[in-house]
């Protein structure tokens, strides 16, 4: 259902293209609004990760341009769910809350109801969709999201259900509004897709193969970024180590860090995630001289077992593995480690799991983030033989919880006393003598301040651990 017509369009074309339809919208709206006698309103829902959530903050930009006001509910005149389909608890949430969205719609029938993200890239889920779920107006995919204006426009127009995905794309179009959910940090994507088909995972599937943007419309964008007052970012990637190599004129993601940690007026620079495959010494070399960059690397590990690590098609071992952490901690002593695990991944068996725990321990996790193999059809694992059975999958799911929530306890506690580098963020909610900040690693910390420190980055002495957060008290300013 391709857009042939379209495709030649160069990527300012069809940004120019799109800012046509934004215009219509805006008619649209503006004569329902008059209509109804008040603003149509809107509610975005996102599921999954920092991409879909950069994703989201477009389409909240296109919908605010065209005259929709947010609401914080899905009571409005607008509900668009975008989706997630890493693991299938993730596609049931979206199904459940449908079941809900249907019954309101009932009682309101104007309401507009849009489907969109990684979820809808499944064949199988949008012929669910069109069979079961007639009530739904529109469903897009990952890789038309930049035609949101465009389809808004057939929706607004349309009385029957508008349904259009794309398998693939390699066009990348800029400048289209974007409306950030946070004033003081911002997701940037840096590419876009995966090509490294890890066996367990639909996300090369559903997300296309990987894209590079070139570096000068990343760094301007985060120039005008900084000029907006952001002044951290996060670079989103699904394997930000393998950014730029095929790009016209290569760059390594190194590269791309130190130009980036040029840019006046910006603090902080974090990115996600790092494929310990693509890892590279001239990375852990650009984190330990950009001062920019947080002293922080999320490193999912997967599996501790080489045996199993191989039939993830992951392209390290446990020793590689333990290798690199030896070399990050080397170079940048005080370096926060988090990661991703899987548990019951197929023919796991005691021992592997045992390996798994074993690198848990050694590299004493800052925080890790734990996942039961949920089976994704289409994936080479889902085909596998030996699938743990559900109750061994959930003993040793537990266990490796305790240990990981045993370590990261212990690691926050260890910080209790240290004086860090804190960046401030907000007031604190609950009490106005205090501000709210983050440190490298992410944990929050609250201390005794002023709205004017928002922004800047202190020395703050963390004086009590409280479990995942810290009340501290500043001792220098940067
Ligand atoms: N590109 C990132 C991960 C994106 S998905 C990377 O390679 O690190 C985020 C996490 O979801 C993965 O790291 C993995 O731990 C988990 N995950 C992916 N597919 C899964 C599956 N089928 N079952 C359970 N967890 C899964
Ligand atoms: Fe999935 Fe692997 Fe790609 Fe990460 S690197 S998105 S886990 S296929
Ligand atoms: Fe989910 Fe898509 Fe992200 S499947 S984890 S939202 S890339």
């Known amino acids: 259902m391709r857009d042939l017509e379209n495709t030649t369009l160069t990527s300012k074309e069809e940004a120019a293209r799109q800012y046509i339809f934004i215009e219509k919208a805006k008619e649209y709206v503006a004569k329902k609004e008059q209509e109804m006698g008040r603003k149509l309103t809107f509610c975005v829902q996102t599921f999954g990760c920092q991409m879909n959530a950069r994703d989201s903050e477009k389409l909240v930009g296109i919908l605010e341009q065209v005259g929709y006001v947010e609401v914080e509910d899905e009571h409005a005149d607008f509900v668009i769910y975008n989706t997630c389909t890493v693991r299938e608890n993730a596609n049931n949430k979206v199904y459940g809350r449908l079941g809900y969205l249907s019954n309101y719609k009932k009682k309101n029938p104007h309401m507009m109801i849009a489907l969109c993200g990684c979820m809808m890239q499944e064949p199988t889920v949008v012929e669910t969709i069109r069979k079961k779920y007639k009530f739904v107006n529109l469903v897009f995919g990952t890789h038309n999201i930049y035609k949101f204006a465009e389809l808004l426009c057939n929706t607004l127009e349309s009385d029957s259900q508008i349904i259009d995905i794309w398998e693939d794309t390699d066009k990348i179009v800029e400048d289209l509004p974007i409306k950030r959910k946070f004033s003081f940090k911002s997701g940037v994507n840096i590419m876009f897709g995966c090509n490294n088909f890890c066996s367990y995972c639909i996300v090369p599937y559903v997300r296309g193969r990987e894209r590079s943007r070139q570096p000068q419309d990343i760094i301007r964008e985060i120039e005008n970024l900084v000029a907006d007052g952001v002044c951290e970012i996060m670079l989103l990637g699904q394997n930000v180590n393998s950014y730029g190599k095929n790009l016209e004129n290569p760059m390594t993601f190194a590269e791309l860090?130190?130009?980036?940690?040029?840019?006046?007026?910006?603090?902080?620079?974090?990115?996600?995630?790092?494929?310990?495959?693509?890892?590279?010494?001239?990375?852990?070399?650009?984190?330990?001289?950009?001062?920019?960059?947080?002293?922080?690397?999320?490193?999912?590990?997967?599996?501790?077992?080489?045996?199993?690590?191989?039939?993830?098609?992951?392209?390290?071992?446990?020793?590689?593995?333990?290798?690199?952490?030896?070399?990050?901690?080397?170079?940048?002593?005080?370096?926060?480690?988090?990661?991703?695990?899987?548990?019951?991944?197929?023919?796991?068996?005691?021992?592997?799991?045992?390996?798994?725990?074993?690198?848990?321990?050694?590299?004493?996790?800052?925080?890790?983030?734990?996942?039961?193999?949920?089976?994704?059809?289409?994936?080479?694992?889902?085909?596998?033989?030996?699938?743990?059975?559900?109750?061994?999958?959930?003993?040793?799911?537990?266990?490796?919880?305790?240990?990981?929530?045993?370590?990261?306890?212990?690691?926050?506690?260890?910080?209790?006393?240290?004086?860090?580098?804190v960046l401030v963020e907000e007031m604190n909610e609950h009490d106005a003598s205090l501000v709210t900040g983050r440190l490298d690693n992410n944990s929050v910390v609250h201390f005794p301040g002023t709205e004017d420190m928002i922004g800047n980055i202190y020395q703050v002495k963390l004086e009590e651990c409280k479990g995942f957060y810290y009340i501290g008290k500043v001792v220098d300013h940067e």
């Open 257 to 421: 860090l130190r130009e980036i940690n040029k840019i006046e007026g910006l603090k902080r620079i974090r990115f996600m995630t790092s494929h310990p495959k693509d890892l590279s010494d001239e990375l852990i070399y650009a984190m330990r001289d950009c001062e920019k960059v947080c002293r922080h690397m999320h490193l999912p590990l997967q599996s501790g077992s080489s045996r199993i690590l191989k039939e993830m098609n992951r392209h390290y071992d446990k020793e590689q593995y333990l290798a690199i952490v030896d070399k990050l901690r080397k170079e940048i002593p005080d370096i926060a480690l988090t990661t991703d695990i899987i548990v019951g991944f197929p023919g796991e068996t005691e021992e592997d799991f045992l390996e798994t725990l074993d690198v848990v321990q050694r590299v004493e996790y800052d925080s890790a983030f734990t996942f039961i193999y949920s089976k994704r059809t289409g994936t080479p694992a889902a085909a596998m033989e030996n699938q743990v059975p559900e109750a061994e999958v959930k003993c040793h799911f537990d266990r490796l919880l305790r240990e990981v929530q045993e370590i990261s306890t212990k690691k926050s506690m260890a910080l209790e006393g240290k004086t860090m580098p």
